[in-house]
């Protein structure tokens, strides 16, 4: 693997530097200036130099196509340099009265007349040695954190260097400035760049991903979407998406406008109506899902916590809609197994992909504290990542393939239930972890479209998914133990907090596990498989 | 609009004879009212009452964005009976004039405040020191309790001696540091000099300034009299031709500032020429001061051009930044029934003069010019009403006035006060002509009633 960092493509861009002007100098002059300060301070030159900073890449939290993770260790002694220009008011009397109040006021009559001086200070010589955590993602651009005080040292160069106090108290005062600008201000500042860097596939996604929110009524941001994908049209991890959508405040409220939302709501409500007039929004495919699902739904919902229960109502009511302009891409050219991997994502996220994005956003609270400890701790927790992909590898494929053996699911559950509690929940997983991993190979075609949802986000194309087999399991495999730890681990904090989060944690847990030998009853006669296969569900495109 | 409290702290200067003038702070005082005048925000209601001669009461309520209010009272050891305190009888020379005339050196003229009613012949006779009883020991306790903010003001004033005074003023606030700040001022008035000296707890700041005054009627004789008007009127003629060239009095001063604590200092330098009440041409005020630390210079020029009209320009330059600025001000006083087209008043049918006792507390030019009363001798008394019908109707009784400003941002404030019924009104607004987009900075109306 290899990085390819370019620092001079950003200082040949002329346009770089008046942006990185203009942002410093309203970063500068947002807080409330000291009243000695009298006008606004403006950045006039600003240049990065040609020294690049050393980067030691101490850890790699996340790495895929479209989103990246990772500490690093940044050393800096460059020759970049900040030259800034202000007034400053020069009469200690003036800026003495300038906070009293009126009332005690000595009320001088010329001594506090004011004298206002150009100040220009040149900051260079810039020595900075970070760790710096390094978040990317596409949906959120780029968030760059310092784990501790960044600056070292700096020369400050002032129109007053002649004056050895005033140098003095321009140095210290501008090296205090400059640590909180470094910590406070700059991830702010690199974040907003980035957005401008990559606003072209905001405003693509805003178009598109509203479309996977299939349900209106509710708030978005309280149930992430259920199958969302990317811009290429394969299916993002759940924990983006909750990262995405749990803490995205604004922007993420932008994804989901509310002009596409009312859309869909016509929509739904044209077909639970008899109404012969229906609502056509452009790229939609509409799959209708009768019967079994439902009642498989109905099932199921119980023990889900509250939150999914208004989901789950809602389709019990009425039909599963799936709304995906890429999954008709993909029908297009994959047609020996297009709804398996559309419904896998419609249903599964459903009942049990819904709990992984809440628990997966209590996760993303954690995982900052995770990154500031220390490194095994970062690392078991990204197997936690992996495993929570392979769990929804194993999870999606049971629900769509058991309209009718559904029925055994609630028989079968109390016995799975006591198999785990007699034994070491841990081992149990492990081993049955294990025997899912290792049976696939057996039913081939009924494992191609489940990887490929798990390696959407690393591989664009499902065809290689074959290939890339091998690696996943083995990253399930030897995650299966630290998988459950890492799991609880994580659920304590909030755990503690309240018993409830556990217990929704601990349902979400056994509705996995569920699935999961239902998931195994399947793949151990696959004779299901074939007649799901045969019998997709009707498609229909809007037109 | 100068607030109620202040007008009545002012009547206690003037009932125990302190001159407030007669300091270096006022120096430039005439110029600062004509151009610094405070604009109005929002909305104000103010309601004050006199309601004993020792004690007056004040509540405010403004808006701006969010409701504040205030509410103030205030104790004088000195009975301020002869006040006009409600709001249709105040002289509105007291509340709004910004021209400050100069007092006679150690004169307690304290008529002006005195309604016209109140003025009868022998509050005239008691204008000589030797009348005014002994008004050391008095002393004034203020005190005022913002709101919302829960900000505390209080001030005391005490007389130790005719020539002494010390005042106490204190702000008591939670963001203050150290929960608020205290400011001493001990103040000497000999008549020719005043000197002040101060101590803050804000920064340890003490400080010294003082005034001395010279030329004009300081060098001559008339310092002798403390003067009754009718003494300097009849001294102003026996010097007619000294008073057709520019009569005034020269003021010098200076201030020194330090900073115990922030180890900071200030100082400045300051001289101011202005005539004389009895100069018989269009009185004037020049000052100019110069904080020689700063390279600070301010000249200011300010003139009574008529009765009803006075200017002022202000200019500064500093010479170590080559930094200038300059402003202008005016005030016209109008006898136009500020609000007569709300009320449905005919201006013309209210200017028409009362007959019988009202006519009498007309004041003649002269008077008005030097804030006083006219003098009342009998024999001045037939011509004078035979004057009024005239008078009145050249407007003599002003109702109103307007005041505006022009800097060299091209701001301009625009104030109109004035008396309707009696309500005293303030309504100003401050335009910017550099944003002609939304030229209204601020708009505001403030609103007083006393009783």
């Given at each position: 693997?290899?990085?390819?960092?370019?620092?001079?493509?950003?200082?040949?861009?002329?346009?770089?530097?008046?942006?990185?002007?203009?942002?410093?100098?309203?970063?500068?002059?947002?807080?409330?200036?000291?009243?000695?300060?009298?006008?606004?301070?403006?950045?006039?030159?600003?240049?990065?130099?040609?020294?690049?900073?050393?980067?030691?890449?101490?850890?790699?939290?996340?790495?895929?196509?479209?989103?990246?993770?990772?500490?690093?260790?940044?050393?800096?002694?460059?020759?970049?340099?900040?030259?800034?220009?202000?007034?400053?008011?020069?009469?200690?009397?003036?800026?003495?009265?300038?906070?009293?109040?009126?009332?005690?006021?000595?009320?001088?009559?010329?001594?506090?007349?004011?004298?206002?001086?150009?100040?220009?200070?040149?900051?260079?010589?810039?020595?900075?040695?970070?760790?710096?955590?390094?978040?990317?993602?596409?949906?959120?651009?780029?968030t760059i954190v310092f784990r501790n005080d960044p600056l070292e040292s700096l020369k400050v160069s002032s129109t007053f260097d002649s004056i050895q106090f005033v140098r003095d108290y321009l140095q210290r005062t501008i090296e205090g400035k400059l640590r909180d600008l470094m910590m406070d201000e700059l991830p702010a500042i690199i974040h907003r760049l980035s957005l401008q860097l990559w606003c072209p596939d905001q405003m693509a996604k805003e178009d598109e991903e509203p479309k996977e929110a299939d349900e209106p009524g509710v708030n978005p941001l309280a149930t992430p979407p259920l199958d969302a994908v990317?811009?290429?049209?394969?299916?993002?991890?759940?924990?983006?998406?909750?990262?995405?959508?749990?803490?995205?405040?604004?922007?993420?409220?932008?994804?989901?406008?509310?002009?596409?939302?009312?859309?869909?709501?016509?929509?739904?409500?044209?077909?639970?109506?008899?109404?012969?007039?229906?609502?056509?929004?452009?790229?939609?495919?509409?799959?209708?899902?009768?019967?079994?699902?439902?009642?498989?739904?109905?099932?199921?919902s119980p023990p889900l916590s509250t939150p999914n229960l208004a989901r789950s109502s809602s389709y019990t009511s009425a039909h599963t809609y799936t709304f995906s302009d890429s999954v008709s891409q993909d029908h297009g050219s994959l047609p020996s197994r297009p709804s398996l991997v559309h419904l896998n994502s419609a249903t599964a996220g459903l009942s049990l992909g819904s709990g992984r994005h809440n628990k997966a956003g209590r996760k993303k609270k954690t995982r900052v504290v995770n990154l500031r400890r220390k490194a095994g701790t970062e690392v078991s927790s990204e197997q936690g990542d992996e495993t929570s992909e392979t769990a929804s590898i194993g999870v999606p494929m049971s629900e769509p393939v058991m309209p009718h053996p559904i029925l055994e699911v609630p028989e079968e559950e109390p016995v799975s239930g006591k198999v785990r509690f007699s034994r070491s929940p841990d081992l149990g997983e492990q081993t049955r972890r294990a025997s899912i991993m290792a049976e696939r190979p057996k039913t081939p075609e009924a494992q191609m479209p489940a990887v490929g949802i798990s390696d959407s986000a690393t591989a664009p194309q499902p065809p290689i998914q074959l290939s890339e087999k091998p690696r996943s399991r083995e990253v399930a495999k030897e995650s299966g133990p630290v998988d459950s730890k890492a799991d609880w681990r994580r659920s304590r904090p909030v755990s503690d907090t309240s018993s409830v989060i556990l217990e929704q944690a601990w349902i979400m847990k056994m509705a996995g596990e569920i699935a999961r030998r239902v998931y195994d009853e399947k793949t151990r006669n696959p004779t299901f498989w074939d007649d799901q296969d045969d019998t997709p569900p009707p498609a229909y495109e809007a037109r | 609009m100068r607030e109620f409290m202040h007008y009545i702290t002012n009547a206690f200067y003037s009932a125990t004879g302190w001159n407030e003038d007669n300091t270096y702070k006022e120096l430039n005082a005439t110029a600062r009212e004509l151009i610094d005048f405070p604009l109005p925000r929002g909305l104000r209601l103010t309601l004050s009452s006199l309601a004993t001669p020792h004690f007056a009461t004040s509540y405010q309520l403004g808006t701006v964005g969010i409701v504040d209010g205030s509410i103030s009272y205030l104790h004088s050891t000195v009975p301020l009976t002869g006040v006009a305190a409600q709001s249709d009888r105040i002289p509105l020379a007291a509340l709004l004039r910004s021209y400050r005339r100069l007092h006679d050196l150690g004169s307690r003229d304290r008529q002006w405040y005195w309604g016209a009613e109140e003025a009868p012949a022998e509050t005239a006779s008691t204008l000589?020191?030797?009348?005014?009883?002994?008004?050391?020991?008095?002393?004034?306790?203020?005190?005022?309790?913002?709101?919302?903010?829960?900000?505390?003001?209080?001030?005391?004033?005490?007389?130790?001696?005719?020539?002494?005074?010390?005042?106490?003023?204190?702000?008591?606030?939670?963001?203050?540091?150290?929960?608020?700040?205290?400011?001493?001022?001990?103040?000497?008035?000999?008549?020719?000099?005043?000197?002040?000296?101060?101590?803050?707890?804000?920064?340890?700041?003490?400080?010294?300034?003082?005034?001395?005054?010279?030329?004009?009627?300081?060098?001559?004789?008339?310092?002798?009299?403390?003067?009754?008007?009718?003494?300097?009127?009849?001294?102003?003629?026996?010097?007619?031709?000294?008073?057709?060239?520019?009569?005034?009095?020269?003021?010098?001063?200076?201030?020194?500032?330090y900073g115990t604590l922030?180890?900071?200092?200030?100082?400045?330098?300051?001289?101011?020429?202005?005539?004389?009440?009895?100069?018989?041409?269009?009185?004037?005020?020049?000052?100019?001061?110069?904080?020689?630390?700063?390279?600070?210079?301010?000249?200011?020029?300010?003139?009574?051009?008529?009765?009803?009209?006075?200017?002022?320009?202000?200019?500064?330059?500093?010479?170590?930044?080559?930094?200038?600025?300059?402003?202008?001000?005016?005030?016209?006083?109008?006898?136009r029934r500020p609000a007569g087209f709300l009320l449905g008043a005919d201006p013309n049918r209210q200017s028409e003069p009362d007959p019988g006792p009202p006519r009498r507390k007309e004041r003649s030019f002269q008077a008005k010019l030097e804030w006083r009363l006219d003098d009342t001798d009998p024999e001045s008394e037939?011509?004078?009403?035979?004057?009024?019908?005239?008078?009145?109707?050249?407007?003599?009784?002003?109702?109103?006035?307007?005041?505006?400003?022009?800097?060299?941002?091209?701001?301009?404030?625009?104030?109109?006060?004035?008396?309707?019924?009696?309500?005293?009104?303030?309504?100003?607004?401050?335009?910017?002509?550099r944003k002609l987009g939304e030229p209204f900075r601020s708009l505001g109306l403030e609103i007083q009633y006393s009783s």
């Open positions: 693997m290899a990085f390819n960092f370019n620092w001079s493509p950003l200082t040949a861009d002329a346009e770089f530097y008046k942006r990185a002007r203009d942002l410093l100098t309203t970063a500068l002059n947002k807080s409330p200036k000291p009243p000695i300060i009298v006008d606004d301070i403006i950045v006039t030159e600003f240049n990065l130099g040609s020294v690049p900073p050393d980067l030691e890449i101490l850890e790699i939290g996340d790495l895929a196509e479209d989103r990246f993770r990772g500490i690093f260790k940044m050393c800096y002694s460059g020759d970049a340099f900040l030259t800034l220009k202000t007034r400053v008011q020069a009469n200690p009397l003036n800026t003495y009265l300038s906070a009293k109040p009126g009332f005690t006021s000595p009320q001088p009559l010329a001594a506090a007349s004011s004298l206002t001086i150009p100040l220009q200070i040149t900051l260079s010589e810039i020595k900075l040695s970070a760790f710096i955590i390094l978040v990317f993602s596409k949906q959120k651009g780029l990317d811009a290429h049209g394969h299916l993002l991890d759940p924990a983006a998406i909750s990262e995405l959508t749990l803490d995205g405040g604004p922007e993420a409220q932008l994804l989901f406008s509310q002009k596409t939302l009312r859309r869909l709501s016509d929509l739904t409500r044209s077909q639970v109506t008899s109404s012969l007039d229906t609502a056509a929004p452009r790229d939609v495919l509409f799959r209708a899902w009768a019967g079994q699902s439902d009642k498989a739904d109905a099932t199921n | 000589s020191t030797d009348e005014i009883p002994d008004q050391h020991g008095s002393s004034l306790l203020y005190g005022r309790l913002y709101l919302p903010q829960s900000l505390l003001e209080g001030m005391v004033v005490r007389r130790l001696s005719p020539a002494l005074q010390v005042q106490l003023s204190a702000v008591s606030e939670r963001s203050l540091r150290n929960g608020g700040t205290l400011l001493g001022l001990v103040q000497y008035d000999r008549g020719k000099y005043g000197v002040e000296g101060l101590a803050s707890t804000d920064g340890g700041l003490l400080g010294v300034r003082g005034l001395y005054n010279f030329g004009g009627d300081t060098s001559s004789s008339a310092v002798t009299s403390p003067s009754s008007s009718s003494n300097s009127e009849s001294n102003g003629s026996g010097q007619l031709g000294e008073r057709e060239r520019i009569y005034g009095r020269f003021s010098a001063g200076g201030e020194l500032y922030n180890k900071s200092g200030g100082m400045s330098l300051g001289a101011r020429f202005a005539t004389l009440p009895s100069h018989r041409g269009t009185p004037l005020t020049a000052t100019l001061t110069i904080n020689p630390l700063m390279g600070n210079i301010n000249a200011t020029y300010a003139v009574l051009a008529r009765d009803y009209c006075s200017l002022a320009t202000r200019m500064e330059f500093n010479v170590y930044s080559y930094e200038s600025e300059w402003a202008v001000g005016m005030e016209l006083w109008s006898n037939a011509p004078r009403t035979e004057e009024k019908p005239a008078a009145a109707g050249t407007g003599e009784e002003y109702r109103g006035v307007l005041k505006a400003r022009l800097d060299q941002n091209l701001r301009i404030g625009l104030l109109w006060e004035g008396r309707a019924k009696s309500l005293i009104f303030s309504l100003g607004t401050g335009v910017d002509l």
